[in-house]
């Protein structure tokens, strides 16, 4: 299957600071990115759907202008998180898809953000 | 819209035992239904897929699912067991708009631990 990979897999901030997470799509144009946040124990929650060139879509509940994401090329979509606070600790997965792949989507290994 | 639910998030059994996880989904058109298994700390992996071929589908490590239209189900089973096995696993649908957009919607996964 095709790869993507999600860096860092790791990242500890101070709280008000930000932070950018990179979602890249080794082997293939990934016109559609998924942005995933997923709470111990729990399902992934969609927070947004990005397509390349255009703005991201958000899910309900999601502030935009804290989670910011751009998908700038083919193979590249970033999620940064702004200001961020202890209550944005969690674990970000991106996913990604093209036209080609659309019945499967390919995922990162995942970001472990701590906000301290 | 279409959905799934998984019942039980947590199976436990023996080693060499049977798998079995359950998934049901809604959908008023015929679905695309995924499940992935995600490790501790890591992404999603998929491990088979339904895409109105076939309804019983292979997968990877052993598993296989049946699309059972009567039954809106799609559980997994694998024959036996592996300590291996022991991970979160999660059945997915894509949710599409008459847009042309699409997202994945996931179950609420299910935690399978294998006894020795």
């Known amino acids: 299957g095709a790869v993507v990979s999600q860096h860092p897999s790791r990242v500890i901030c101070k709280s008000g600071t930000s932070v950018k997470i990179e979602c890249r799509s080794l082997?293939?144009?990934?016109?559609?990115m998924f942005w995933y946040r997923q709470f111990p124990k729990q399902s992934l929650m969609l927070m947004a759907t990005?397509?390349?060139?255009?703005?991201?879509?958000?899910e309900q509940g999601v502030e935009k202008d804290k989670f910011l994401i751009n998908h700038a090329s083919l193979t590249l979509s970033t999620l940064t998180v702004t200001s961020a606070h202890p209550e944005d600790s969690s674990f970000y997965i991106c996913?990604?898809?093209?036209?080609?792949?659309?019945?499967?989507?390919?995922f990162g290994q995942g970001t472990r953000l701590t906000v301290v | 819209a279409q959905s799934v639910t998984q019942l039980g998030s947590h199976v436990s059994v023996s080693e060499g035992a049977l798998v079995l996880l359950r998934c049901n989904y809604s959908?008023?058109?015929?679905?695309?239904l995924f499940w992935y298994v995600q490790y501790p700390n890591q992404g999603l992996q998929l491990l088979l897929k339904?895409?109105?071929?076939?309804?019983l589908v292979k997968g990877i490590n052993g598993f296989e699912a049946e699309f059972k239209k009567s039954e809106t189900s799609f559980h997994l089973t694998k024959p036996s067991a592996h300590m291996s096995d022991a991970a979160e696993y999660f059945c997915?649908?894509?949710?599409?708009?008459?847009?042309?957009?699409?997202?994945?919607?996931f179950g609420t996964g299910t935690r399978l631990k294998v006894l020795a």
């Open positions: 082997d293939f144009q990934a016109t559609t």
């Open positions: 339904y895409t109105s071929a076939a309804t």
């Open positions: 990005s397509n390349e060139g255009s703005k991201a879509t958000y």
């Open positions: 996913s990604a898809s093209n036209r080609v792949t659309n019945t499967e989507a390919f």
């Open positions: 997915a649908v894509i949710l599409t708009h008459t847009s042309g957009t699409y997202k994945y919607i």
């Open positions: 959908s008023s058109v015929p679905p695309y």
